[in-house]
């Protein structure tokens, strides 16, 4: 196989790759509305007195994908600021549920001269266009009506408006509690350490009634599916609307997830006891996840929340044991919640499997091996740009002789198409006597002309893995280098993909089209540098980075390759 065709090979699988990913984004089919859920039903008044499991005697959980109904308490609520060192939370006292997350380590934008204080990125969001909360809360097994339930519905109260960890201070404890009028209070506590995205929640209930209570915690996550990129172009230029969205969860044994549009497929949805299991929603770099205790076993499930309308709610829900609180004692259920980002290597000390969050799917076995080697040259160079052009010379190295194979058969190639031509001219259009004169020449020379396949082979998966590196990978986000402030994002002018068309054409210099190929196919090479310039435009400008050094590397060993061999020759032709 000639270096032209290898080019031609990789450009269409690269490109029918890439197209399939904009085609199942923007044409896959929508979900079918439902009249109901796997456990649940519409009522009357809008909202989903949904049951987690379809156990008989499990209580149900209200819901309402995020607005009161009539069913619900109709107090009003206050919205109560928490402040640490890497979350500014607001939780409202409705349910005590978590429906603001900033994370101000993380900006949501690059750093420039332009704009040198971006906002923090956010996480979770009340907002109707970006809803995303997390909740929790307990619900009874008696008949008790959902209103005087503490479940995320019901109204608690806070001592005071606004929380902040000092400046020295190690632990910040913020509590909400509820009351009725039976003598059950809870107490539901937010625990946060310096430093970290985990968040302890803690719902205590002390019973000073007339009888026991017995009843389940519950946590969950509820969003709304993002919107759909405005065109093709967004697409390609925005790396959130490329990557998985939806619901994700940990079985102990295995990682799972589901797309939105899948959440109303009956085979696809979770309703499942497991231990040692956790329940996410993810979106690109950053997720939020419930954790409850390894020992315990719970009921998760997923559900699609008023499926008729125009913006469905999608959850997904960790359903506690039973909870058994005699008179006169408490009882006290505990979770964790993790808002915060997707480090690769840093997870999985918070839960098991919680690194497989970072997804890079069936690369993974290429792509987190470079993620890690990536991140070792990093931390000699404090550049990622300058790692992945560490990055290049390293894997050059390893692969300098099986390249050298490649290019001293295209270099022999190139020698004979004087001779291949001959043939064409003796033969005409008898292809068969054509194509057995030309391999018994390629014997004869000994050359090779599958010598180019192989590194194409291992070149490949390496593209398309170090692509879901540096597009998923939060540590090169915002990175910049030289011109370019974020390499997971397109290269703004545009330099890196002009430079691997000029690659191209000097590998094509190299490489002249061989004798008798077919005219379609000539053209086709023509206007390879200017498909690649407009597919590479697209690519994250890292991605480009390696490839344009790649290529001007391999330009060089082509280049000396082909110049040894003609001075062999040169001898021989005296």
């Known amino acids: 196989m000639n270096q032209t065709r290898t080019f031609l090979l990789f450009a269409l699988m690269a490109v029918a790759y890439f197209l399939y990913l904009a085609w199942d984004k ?24 949904s049951a987690v499991s379809a156990t008989a005697g499990v209580p149900a959980v209200p819901n309402t994908g995020g607005v009161a109904s009539a069913t619900s308490n109709t107090q009003p609520s206050k919205l109560i600021s928490i402040n640490t060192d ?36 956010v996480l979770l969001d009340s907002d109707d266009d970006h809803y995303f909360v997390a909740q929790s ?7 008790t009506a959902p209103q005087d339930q503490p479940s995320h519905q019901a109204i608690f109260q806070s001592a005071n408006t606004s929380y902040a960890l000092a400046n020295g201070q190690n632990e910040l404890n913020v509590d909400f509690t509820w009351q009725d009028a039976a003598g059950i209070k809870v107490t539901k506590t937010y625990s946060f350490k310096r430093g970290s995205y985990v968040i302890n929640v803690s719902q205590r209930i002390d019973n000073s009634g007339s009888k026991t209570w017995t009843g389940n915690a519950y946590q969950q996550l509820q969003r709304i599916a993002p919107p759909k990129p405005a065109s093709w172009f967004s697409h390609y230029t925005d790396p959130e609307s490329r990557s998985f969205q939806g619901a994700a969860w940990y079985t102990g044994e295995k990682f799972e997830k589901l797309q939105f549009k899948d959440f109303t497929e009956k085979k696809d949805r979770l309703d499942a006891d ?29 559900e699609t929340l008023n499926p008729d309308s125009a913006q469905p709610h999608y959850l997904i829900r960790a359903f506690g044991p039973t909870l058994n609180v005699a008179v006169g004692q ?34 993974k076995l290429i792509a987190v091996p470079m993620h890690w080697v990536l991140s070792q040259l990093h931390a000699i160079t404090l550049n990622w740009g300058l790692a992945i052009i560490l990055l290049v010379l390293l894997i050059k190295g390893v692969t300098w002789k099986l390249t050298a194979v490649q290019y001293r058969s295209s270099a022999k190639m190139r020698k004979l198409q004087p001779r291949i031509a001959q043939l064409k001219e ?58 370019i402030p974020d390499l997971s994002a397109p290269d703004p002018l545009y330099i890196l993909p002009i430079i691997y068309a000029l690659v191209m054409l000097g590998t094509q210099w190299l490489n002249p089209a061989a004798a008798g190929m077919d005219p379609a196919q000539a053209r086709m090479m023509k206007i390879m540098p200017l498909l690649f310039t407009v597919m590479f435009a697209f690519f994250p400008a890292g991605l480009c980075l ?29």
């Open 137 to 143: 809360g307990l619900v009874s097994s008696s008949d």
């Open 274 to 302: 497991l231990k040692g299991g956790w329940a996410a929603m993810l979106r690109l770099y950053f997720f939020a996840a419930w954790i409850p205790p390894g020992d315990q076993t719970v009921h998760y499930a997923t």
């Open 330 to 363: 408490s009882a006290t259920s505990q979770a964790r919640l993790y808002l915060g980002p997707n480090v690769q290597g840093t997870l999985d000390s918070i839960a098991p499997g919680l690194d497989l969050t970072i997804d890079y799917g069936m690369l």
């Open 546 to 574: 390696y490839y344009a050094v790649n290529g001007l590397v391999g330009l060089g060993q082509q280049w000396w390759v082909t110049h040894h061999i003609e001075r062999e020759a040169a001898p021989k032709a005296a």
């Open 426 to 483: 003796r033969y005409g259009d008898d292809k068969v006597k054509m194509q057995q004169a030309t391999m018994e020449l390629y014997k004869k020379e000994k050359v090779n002309p599958m010598g180019g396949c192989l590194p194409v082979l291992i070149t490949m998966p390496v593209f398309y893995g170090l692509y879901y590196v540096l597009t998923y990978s939060l540590e090169l986000r915002h990175a910049p280098f030289l011109w």
């Open 26 to 49: 923007d044409y896959a089919p929508a979900p079918q509305p439902v009249a109901t859920t796997s456990s649940a039903s519409v009522s009357s008044d809008g909202s989903v007195p």
């Open 86 to 121: 890497v979350l500014h939370l607001v939780v409202d006292t409705r349910g005590g549920s978590v429906v603001h997350a900033d994370l101000p380590g993380y900006p949501s934008a690059p750093l420039t001269r332009k704009a040198p204080n971006p906002p923090a990125t």
